[in-house]
């Protein structure tokens, strides 16, 4: 296997075990949990198997992806506020949302959190940004993030957001967004009792 190769792997498989588990995994709080660790494992694999890039990573690009993230959850979440329903028509395929996370315990709400903020949202930017924009190209990468979310429009926008974020700025202010999006969602769940979002 060559370097780059290996690189790709290391990308590609953290996500791709995610995705796999997603599938053969019940929709149980349980079923997360494991989906979690797994990826997480891999993830810290993969730190270790891909090359550091050199240098540091600028606060003011840590400031700017964070700042990016706050607003990418208000777009998240802002359009179904109004209750329109042309919205949920067109732009969500399925209901979404994780019911069995809101009857469980502190425990495993704690893991969705965790597992939301700072393992998938890891695995997706190595994947989406860092792999499959070299690969294919950015705007194949726009479309695949929006088919991978129910709400495609928004997955869409938000796309294209992280991408100009990591083209501009670097994997590291792209994570940063997108870990400061799914912990802001997160805790807008918990606090509005809004699961569809989960």
């Given at each position: 296997m060559t370097a780059a190769q290996e690189r790709s792997l290391w990308l590609i498989t953290p996500y791709a075990a995610w995705m796999v588990l997603m599938m053969l995994l019940p929709a149980t709080a349980g079923g997360y949990a494991v989906r979690t660790a797994v990826t997480a494992a891999l993830l810290v694999v993969a730190r270790r198997r891909l090359p550091r890039a050199g240098g540091s990573v600028a606060p003011a690009s840590i400031a700017l992806g964070a700042a990016v993230g706050i607003v990418v959850c208000a777009i998240w979440v802002l359009p179904e506020q109004f209750g329109w329903e042309?919205?949920?028509?067109?732009?969500?395929?399925?209901?979404?949302?994780?019911?069995?996370?809101?009857?469980?315990?502190?425990?495993?709400?704690?893991?969705?959190?965790?597992?939301?903020?700072?393992?998938?949202?890891?695995?997706?930017?190595?994947?989406f940004r860092e792999w499959l924009i070299g690969f294919a190209g950015f705007w194949w990468m726009v479309a695949l993030f929006a088919i991978e979310h129910d709400r495609w429009l928004v997955g869409a926008i938000v796309g294209v957001i992280y991408g100009i974020l990591y083209l501009r700025r670097g994997l590291a202010a792209a994570i940063v967004a997108h870990v400061i999006t799914n912990l802001a969602l997160g805790l807008w769940v918990l606090a509005t009792g809004q699961w569809q979002f989960w």
């Amino acid at each position: 296997m060559t370097a780059a190769q290996e690189r790709s792997l290391w990308l590609i498989t953290p996500y791709a075990a995610w995705m796999v588990l997603m599938m053969l995994l019940p929709a149980t709080a349980g079923g997360y949990a494991v989906r979690t660790a797994v990826t997480a494992a891999l993830l810290v694999v993969a730190r270790r198997r891909l090359p550091r890039a050199g240098g540091s990573v600028a606060p003011a690009s840590i400031a700017l992806g964070a700042a990016v993230g706050i607003v990418v959850c208000a777009i998240w979440v802002l359009p179904e506020q109004f209750g329109w329903e042309w919205y949920r028509r067109l732009f969500i395929l399925g209901e979404g949302g994780t019911r069995a996370v809101a009857e469980s315990s502190a425990t495993m709400i704690a893991a969705r959190l965790v597992g939301s903020a700072f393992v998938i949202a890891i695995a997706e930017e190595l994947f989406f940004r860092e792999w499959l924009i070299g690969f294919a190209g950015f705007w194949w990468m726009v479309a695949l993030f929006a088919i991978e979310h129910d709400r495609w429009l928004v997955g869409a926008i938000v796309g294209v957001i992280y991408g100009i974020l990591y083209l501009r700025r670097g994997l590291a202010a792209a994570i940063v967004a997108h870990v400061i999006t799914n912990l802001a969602l997160g805790l807008w769940v918990l606090a509005t009792g809004q699961w569809q979002f989960w």
